[in-house]
């Protein structure tokens, strides 16, 4: 009867016949699933029992998720981008805004590019298509719940076209009281066209004679700066607002 | 009533050319009224015959009903019977000779019709234009003229009024048939992309989940299966190219990410600004064969699975495009040797493309690491473009 439920199953965990090898600490990583497609659902969260992470809910729209996060306590939220209610964007913001430690990892089939990008701005720490290998996507899980940004190649260059947009775009000069678009140094953007080509941050670290570490942190930066641009967009936007709407 | 495609005659038209006969006919009764108006009150003065007048009066009156009955039906409004209108209304307005004095007659008195002869004028105009308006109002100037014994000392002022009318409304009319058969072809358009972006939302729901679920398991199984996943896999990006691509552009710049995407593979990652990358067609068209033949020679050099990335970036004075793979890399010197050889290949597609295009390409191969080429589009500089701020200093 409960199995027939297509809601939310809290944390039925440690079904993988591994341990954890990629968590460290005692913990297993807490991991949600939001997808609208049971089949996948199903798949993804299959995949992340065996690989040893506790599925600790999963959910079929935005609102369902909302409901459950509190509950389920999630590190990672392994979310898809179209749902029936909300829009993945929607719902990325909505969960950073509850929940600011949840870490959410975006999973596309549609590869629309804008819905990517804006997740990523409104706080994804990543993105991959679905049809990613296994290995690929529970790497990315892991990296995401270590807290790194995951710039698959075609991300990198959203993100970079986005500060390009951003510089080229009019009226950011911010001495119209508009925030000053974000720039990138010029060793983000050589790092960004690196990711953005396919190279490892491994290979990018040694061209450039820089600490594996280092490359991590410029990436993180480049997230950081889109995710303070857009918060102090949305600021903006509220205050605007605010301020034009009739007081009830 | 269907929308049929392509059918923008007067079967598929419509709501003002409806109103226009309408209107046809409020006038004509309203002339009617008026020509009796006249009739009534100076009778006297003007008529040989009043009784006789009475009776013409009856006769348009009828005429009225008949035509008003029958233009409202689309089918009967036919050559035949807006010639048959035409010749009624001329009869009626030369019966003028056997009614009026020959003194009111000379003196350009209104004949026993008034204005309602413009009745045919109009439908006319309405039916068939501008300048079968105005023909139809010359042809009932004429019986107007041998009234007045084709004497011009009397002002024409009502032929050129009934002229102008018939100029004017065929004009709205005409003006109205295009209007409409714009709105019905943006009606099309819509209802086109309505229904591709149901499709779209439909096969992304299912067939692409399924297909991306095969690709992904197929790999993992490896053996026959890894091949058929891989199949799932370029069929899955060949329908999302498919059901992502918008309708035609009318405009004469194409998007390049669009017209780069359909390269995207199992091997091949296609990246760029969420946005389109706006150039001419030609450029478009250049750069997208440029690309191909990079990929190709990937394919040529470095076998059939070697990984390629191409990355589109978009800044206000150029578009650049890198493509790189991760095979061995060309051996130094290798590349002009070909050149030297007369082997063309790349030089030939690649440089020579870009060259035409007013652009250029650099291919770059370190041991080891892959070669990337990278090819550049200067932008012309455009009206539209705001030119950069010299103080604000790009990434590079």
């Known amino acids: ?248 | 009533m269907p929308v049929l495609p392509g059918a923008c005659d007067d079967e598929g038209v419509s709501r003002s050319a409806e109103a226009l006969w309408r209107a046809i006919a409020v006038f004509r009764f309203a002339s009617l009224g008026y020509a009796a108006l006249l009739l009534g009150v100076f009778d006297e003065n003007r008529y040989s015959r009043p009784d006789l007048a009475w009776i013409v009066l009856g006769a348009m009156g009828s005429w009225t009903v008949v035509t008003t009955l029958a233009y409202s039906h689309r089918r009967h409004r036919t050559a035949a019977l807006l010639s048959a209108d035409l010749a009624v209304t001329a009869g009626l307005l030369l019966s003028t000779f056997a009614l009026q004095l020959p003194a009111a007659r000379h003196s350009g008195l209104v004949p026993v019709t008034g204005p309602w002869v413009a009745g045919p004028v109009l439908a006319w105009a309405v039916r068939y234009g501008r300048a079968a308006g105005a023909a139809a109002a010359l042809a009932l100037s004429l019986p107007t003229f041998a009234l007045s014994g084709w004497s011009v000392s009397v002002v024409p002022n009502g032929e050129v009024l009934m002229l102008l009318a018939g100029v004017a409304v065929g004009h709205v009319a005409q003006l109205a048939a295009a209007l409409e058969a714009e709105r019905q072809h943006t009606d099309r358009v819509e209802a086109a992309s309505r229904e591709r972006e149901r499709l779209a939302r439909d096969i992304h729901d299912s067939v692409l989940q399924v297909l991306a679920l095969v690709h992904r398991r197929g790999l993992e199984a490896g053996g026959a299966a890894a091949e058929l996943g891989r199949l799932a896999g370029e069929q899955e990006a060949a329908l999302r190219a498919l059901i992502g691509a918008g309708p035609t552009a009318t405009s004469a710049d194409v998007d390049l990410s669009a017209l780069l995407k359909p390269l995207a593979s199992e091997w091949v990652t296609v990246g760029g600004p969420a946005g389109s990358v706006l150039v001419g067609n030609a450029e478009g068209e250049g750069v997208t064969a440029a690309v191909g033949a990079a990929l190709d020679n990937v394919r040529r050099h470095c076998g059939p699975h070697a990984r390629a990335w191409v990355l589109v970036e978009d800044e206000p004075e150029v578009v650049t495009v890198t493509i790189r793979d991760d095979g061995q890399g060309i051996p130094e010197g290798r590349l002009a040797q070909a050149i030297g050889a007369g082997r063309l290949g790349v030089s030939q597609s690649i440089r020579g493309r870009m060259r035409d295009l007013g652009g250029c390409a650099e291919i770059r191969s370190l041991p080891g690491e892959g070669t990337e080429v990278t090819l550049r589009l200067p932008r012309p500089p455009s009206p539209g473009r705001p030119a950069q701020e010299p103080a604000r200093v790009r990434a590079w």
């Open chain 1, 1 to 248: 009867m409960v199995g027939e439920d297509r809601g939310a199953t809290p944390a039925a965990s440690g079904r993988g016949p591994a341990p954890v090898p990629e968590a460290d600490g005692p913990r297993p990583v807490r991991v949600m699933v939001v997808d609208d497609h049971p089949m996948w659902r199903d798949a993804v969260a299959r995949d992340l029992a065996e690989a040893g992470y506790e599925v600790a809910a999963t959910a079929s729209d935005g609102a369902q998720a909302l409901r459950v996060l509190g509950a389920a306590r999630p590190d990672v939220v392994v979310l898809d981008l179209q749902l029936p209610d909300m829009s993945g964007v929607e719902v990325t913001r909505a969960l950073r805004a509850t929940s600011p430690s949840v870490r959410v990892l975006v999973l596309s089939a549609s590869g629309e590019q804008q819905d990517v990008l804006d997740a990523v701005k409104a706080g994804a720490a990543g993105y991959l298509v679905k049809s990613a290998a296994r290995a690929e996507f529970l790497d990315a899980v892991r990296r995401t719940a270590d807290g790194d940004a995951v710039f698959t190649p075609p991300l990198a260059a959203l993100v970079l076209g986005e500060f390009r947009r951003l510089a080229a775009a009019p009226a950011t000069s911010g001495a119209d009281g508009r925030p000053a678009a974000p720039t990138l140094t010029m060793r983000e953007t050589e790092i960004l066209r690196m990711v953005a080509t396919g190279l490892s941050y491994k290979q990018i670290a040694s061209r450039l004679v820089l600490s594996h570490r280092t490359v991590q942190n410029h990436v993180q930066n480049i997230l950081g700066k889109l995710h303070l641009h857009n918060r102090v967009e949305l600021v903006r936007y509220a205050i605007e607002h605010g301020l034009a709407a009739d007081p009830d």
